[in-house]
T-cell receptor
Framework: NAGVTQTPKFQVLKTGQSMTLQCAQD?????MYWYRQDPGMGLRLIYY???????DKGEVPNGYNVSRLNKREFSLRLESAAPSQTSVYFC??????????????????FGPGTRLTVL | LAKTTQPISMDSYEGQEVNITCSHN???????ITWYQQFPSQGPRFIIQ???TKVTNEVASLFIPADRKSSTLSLPRVSLSDTAVYYC??????????????FGKGTKLSVIP
């Protein structure tokens, strides 16, 4: 099992360009997440998907959109990149329990990250 | 919405026990407390999770007092390979399908030979 995979590993964009970060998991998990990590800020949740067909905003959703394409895949899109979106982006998944509120009581598995620079 | 506070950094010698405390004064009844470890250029990795009292696994122990306003991650006999950033995560539910999973800013543990 590959676990959680992310593509690309690195990306440089110019201000105003768009791109999509891809994430896939092969653990049959219900829940998937997108985080960003900036120096000194820890990890902040951008969007999450509690189950296939649902998505919800996290702590810092502005400037991003997501798509839960199927149970395996959860993509993050930047429609018009800004320098403030320079960061390392992590995707994660967890077993989750459909219809339950306790998403945090499941171990999250993280991908290797995508390092994005917006010039 | 539970927020967490951790020390920014800690140093320890090899072979010592290390205790890292996380404060979460506004923890809600349904929240769980989870700790992750992160090495440079890698995603975080789950260490341990608990709800109350004490939890122990093969790598760490987690102590949670009765009021649950704090928690302490205990790493026994640390080695150089334990040098990493440790995050405390508290799961919060703020209603209407909105989950706020709040990571602390992390504690950078440096293990000294």
């Amino acid at each position: 099992n590959a676990g959680v995979t992310q593509t690309p590993k690195f990306q440089v964009l110019k201000t105003g360009q768009s791109m999509t970060l891809q994430c896939a998991q092969d653990m049959n998990h219900n829940s998937m997440y997108w985080y960003r990590q900036d120096p000194g800020m820890g990890l902040r949740l951008i969007y999450y998907s509690a189950s296939e067909g649902t998505t919800d905003k996290g702590e810092v959703p502005n400037g991003y959109n997501v798509s839960r394409l199927n149970k395996r895949e959860f993509s993050l899109r930047l429609e018009s990149a800004a320098p403030s979106q320079t960061s390392v982006y992590f995707c994660a998944s967890s077993g989750g329990r459909r219809g339950q509120s306790h998403l945090a009581d499941n171990e999250q598995f993280f991908g290797p990250g995508t390092r994005l620079t917006v010039l | 919405l539970a927020k967490t506070t951790q020390p920014i950094s800690m140093d320890s010698y090899e072979g010592q026990e290390v205790n890292i405390t996380c404060s979460h004064n506004n923890i809600a009844t349904n929240d769980y407390i989870t700790w992750y470890q992160q090495f440079p250029s890698q995603g975080p990795r789950f260490i341990i999770q608990g709800y109350k009292t004490k939890v122990t696994n093969e790598v760490a122990s987690l102590f949670i007092p009765a009021d649950r306003k704090s928690s302490t991650l205990s790493l026994p006999r640390v080695s150089l390979s334990d040098t990493a950033v440790y995050y405390c995560l508290v799961g919060s539910y703020s209603g209407a399908g909105s989950y706020q999973l709040t990571f602390g800013k992390g504690t950078k543990l440096s293990v000294i030979p």
